[in-house]
């Protein structure tokens, strides 16, 4: 009877032994991801494609990674209306769900959090490009791409080695300086075409309204001083306005654009993206192409098997890109500590003192490396753009992973 009563105790253990190897649910941790939107202020039209872009990725993560490690991550969207007060409203809220790491949407919600993130110890990532202003050290919302500066000056340095060698282009810029980003935009391109004249010369620096009705005048003033490039990486209202001056002109010189205010974003206004022949769009992220990319693959699966509903887009880049970083900082943070022991301030330190390779995003970074550190939340030491260009009605990548050139604080 006893021998019996041992083995029957033996057996119940080994069969709770096996139950608890084979049932790995049970001892994953779930942790809540705050994803700040826009479902109702003036970027409500873009969330369709960003909002899934991040849910493919987090679904995609869960089911092949974090499961391995214990880990599960649940998005919980916050419809900030990209405005900075509301942020600030929502943000006790949020931190009630004991977040470790976040989504930001853009310039709204990091002024409200960037000054009180290090204290409520919560980093979040930004899927856009990063602002002069922020190029501080000890910074909480951490960009995936560098700054808008770094984005045209990578392209007006790769212009002018492959199109005008020997000799410096000459471009203009439109931007405005109602906002601070734009306002910063232009001060930076300032900086960089007066510490590198041997690469460019900025004809003029044209500032107008961020909704102008027309600039038919300021294009022809500077197409007259010999512009053989136009830069326009603000706004999609000022890239329409830039476009359909340069067609009452019946000019054909390249403009350029940001991710932003792509083509992709462009074409509807203005008919097509025939209308856009010759121009370009440059960022640190995935141009949106046909073309059987690393990143188209990637988007492709999430569709296939995650249920992703968003079109291939820039746009849809956006969420899939930043999430992509959240998502393998928690991942080198598990492995590392260990899933169940995540804290904001230990994904933050992950974040600063890890180097994440390009080969771990698909192509979704740009070709670089991300790389943040105390000094600079956004990557610095290698960061790289993609160039596309719209040619015979279809946009085409002509450039990936241009090299940034080394640009001082403006």
């Known amino acids: 009877m006893k021998a019996l009563k041992h083995w029957a105790a033996q057996a119940a253990l080994l069969a709770g032994i096996t139950a608890s190897a084979i049932a790995p649910a049970s001892a994953q941790t779930v942790y809540q991801i705050p994803a700040l939107s826009d479902y109702s202020g003036p970027f409500a039209a873009i969330m369709p494609m960003v909002g899934p872009g991040r849910e493919g990725v987090v679904n995609w993560w869960n089911a092949e990674v974090g499961n391995k490690l214990g880990v599960k991550l649940e998005l919980k969207t916050y419809d900030t209306r990209y405005d900075t007060a509301q942020t600030a409203s929502l943000w006790p809220g949020v931190l009630a769900t004991k977040p470790v790491i976040g989504l930001s949407l853009g310039g709204p919600d990091t002024s409200a959090l960037q000054q009180r993130l290090p204290t409520d110890k919560v980093p979040m990532i930004l899927g856009s490009a990063a602002n002069g202003f922020g190029w501080r050290p000890n910074q909480w919302v951490l960009a995936t791409r560098p700054t808008f500066v770094h984005e045209v000056s990578g392209f007006i340095d790769w212009f002018q080695k492959t199109k005008t060698p020997g000799r410096p282009v000459k471009v203009a810029m439109f931007t405005t300086e109602a906002?601070?980003?734009?306002?910063?935009?232009?001060?930076?391109?300032?900086?960089?075409a007066k510490a590198n004249p041997n690469v460019v010369t900025l004809v003029e620096m044209v500032y107008v309204e961020p909704q102008?009705?027309?600039?038919?005048?300021?294009?022809?003033r500077v197409l007259n001083a010999g512009a053989e490039v136009v830069l326009v990486p603000s706004n999609i209202q000022q890239a329409v306005a830039v476009k359909r001056a340069m067609q009452t002109l019946g000019k054909n010189v390249p403009i350029v654009y940001s991710l932003q205010n792509s083509p992709a974003m462009l074409q509807k206004l203005l008919g097509s993206l025939s209308a856009m022949d010759g121009d370009y769009e440059v960022h640190a992220g995935v141009i949106a192409t046909d073309e059987d990319t690393e990143a188209k693959k990637f988007y492709d699966m999430l569709v296939a098997k995650?249920?992703?509903?968003?079109?291939?887009?820039?746009?849809?880049t956006i969420g899939i890109n930043q999430?992509?970083?959240?998502?393998?900082?928690?991942?080198?943070?598990?492995?590392?500590?260990?899933?169940?022991?995540l804290t904001g301030e230990l994904l933050y330190n992950t974040l600063i003192e890890t180097h994440f390779p390009a080969k771990d995003f698909f192509g979704?970074?740009?070709?670089?490396?991300?790389?943040?550190?105390?000094?600079?939340?956004?990557?610095?030491?290698?960061?790289r753009v993609n160039i596309g260009q719209v040619v015979g009605g279809k946009l085409t990548t002509v450039a990936r992973g241009v090299p940034v050139p080394k640009l001082a604080k403006w």
């Open 364 to 383: 979704f970074t740009g070709g670089g490396d991300i790389d943040f550190s105390v000094e600079a939340p956004f990557p610095i030491k290698d960061p």
């Open 179 to 192: 906002s601070p980003t734009f306002a910063d935009m232009g001060k930076g391109i300032i900086a960089y």
């Open 323 to 341: 999430t992509l970083v959240l998502v393998r900082a928690v991942e080198a943070a598990a492995k590392k500590h260990g899933g169940d022991k």
């Open 306 to 316: 995650y249920g992703v509903k968003a079109p291939w887009h820039s746009i849809t």
């Open 212 to 220: 102008p009705a027309d600039v038919t005048l300021q294009l022809r």
